[in-house]
């Protein structure tokens, strides 16, 4: 039985109509400002060459007549951008297609020789792995998490070295951490670690003093949901909610194709919202917050409290017990599973809420496991996370051409 991240993704159409709608305002207001016109142009440049770099991503191997005719971009466009790739080597050439006749065209792929050193830092164990840019991992560790940041950021430096030493092949872009709580952006700090039991803490200066890479953090659950949208099947999807369930209960929110951050990087806080007030103590110090009756902890909890077992099981043991028909460990986990029910109708209630409040209904919140494999989908994530700053965001095939057009509309009207 493998507990894997839980997303939701609000159907209907309406949503993304209105959101196209307020993209193609901005771009045309842009557009009409001509004292602004240098920086325009380097903005739609930007735009450019992020849809050509994510439609390499998705569509590899492809060749500049498909990159021009899916995106919508002129041929000249597409041969200036890809060219720039190519020197900048984010993009090499591969394979030559065939066609029954005529030239042959000349496909382009990423260049699988930049990489990306990801993190997944947890309570009792910290995966280190390194990671090609297309989120194939080349290779992986796991190493006790130290018991405080400090001795963590020295630990970590050291190995993220010996594996960047071990592969004198690539050339590292930098380094994407998950963290099991919330890092404030502003500060640069992780302000909200309570299963970590680490005081407030900076990692990233540490760690970019040691390895003269560039580090970049973020909260586990919204690690999982940038893994869904580059990596999983969720392409199309502009607004999700994704619930990781493991030692705690994190919630990463993805609305109108953005990550929900909110005050102190807090949004999607529900593992803390108390479902009873006098129920058990949570790592927050709180009372019976949602994690306390659905995270791996508590299925831990109720198999101790059914008297199973004096010393406790790890989580995985239970798992195992379970699975051999252990009727105790069975009804430890059939409790934890009604705790995530229970939770999941208050996320559901409040997407719900949002999404009368602006009078537009659509199909319910669909529920399904993950893409990615749950070992994996927080490294992906961390993966996606560097990406994203040479990539921009890993907006749908779809909008992207949309978006090309009405960039055009908008030139026209001027
Ligand atoms: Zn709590």
Known sequence: MLWRPL??????????????????????????????????SGTARGINRGIVLNLIRRRQPISRADLARVSGL??????????????????????????????????????EKRAILV???????????????????????????????QTAAAKFSEKIRQMIGSHPELVFEGIGISVPGRFDEHRQRVLFAPNLKWPEFDLRGPLEKATGLQVDMENAANACVLAEVWFGHAEKTRDMVVVTISEGVGVGMFTNGQLARGLNGMAGEFGHVPLDLEGPQCSCKGHGCWEVYASNWAALRYYQESGAASNGPSFQVLLSLAESGDQMAL?????????????????????????????????????????AEPSVARLRGAVAL??????????????????????RAALRVQ
């Not at 009792?124 to 290779?139: E, K, Q, Y």
């Not at 229970?342 to 996320?347: N, Q």
């Not at 560097?386 to 960039?407: N, Y």
């Open 119 to 149: 993190v997944d830092l947890r309570p009792s164990i910290t995966t280190i792995a390194v990671s090609d840019v297309n989120g194939r991992f080349l290779s992986q560790q796991g190493i006790p998490t130290p018991a405080d940041p």
């Open 331 to 371: 009804k430890a986990l059939d409790r934890m599973a009604h705790g995530i029910g229970r939770g999941m109708r208050m996320v559901v209630a409040v997407i719900q809420a949002e999404v009368e409040a602006a009078v537009l209904v659509g199909k319910p919140p669909r529920v399904r496991p993950a893409a």
């Open 7 to 40: 997303f939701l993704a609000p159907g209907g159409d309406g949503w993304f109509a209105g959101e196209l709608r307020v993209r193609i305002l901005v771009l045309m207001r842009r557009m009409n400002f001509t004292d602004t016109q240098v920086a325009t």
């Open 74 to 111: 002129q041929r000249s466009t597409v041969s200036l951008i890809t060219e720039q790739l190519i020197r900048e080597k984010w993009v090499i050439y591969g394979p030559t297609g065939r066609l029954p006749r005529g030239r042959r065209p000349t496909f382009l792929q990423l260049n």
């Open 386 to 407: 560097v990406l994203q700053k040479h990539f921009g965001p890993s907006a749908p095939v779809t909008r992207l051409r949309e978006l090309a057009g009405a960039r």
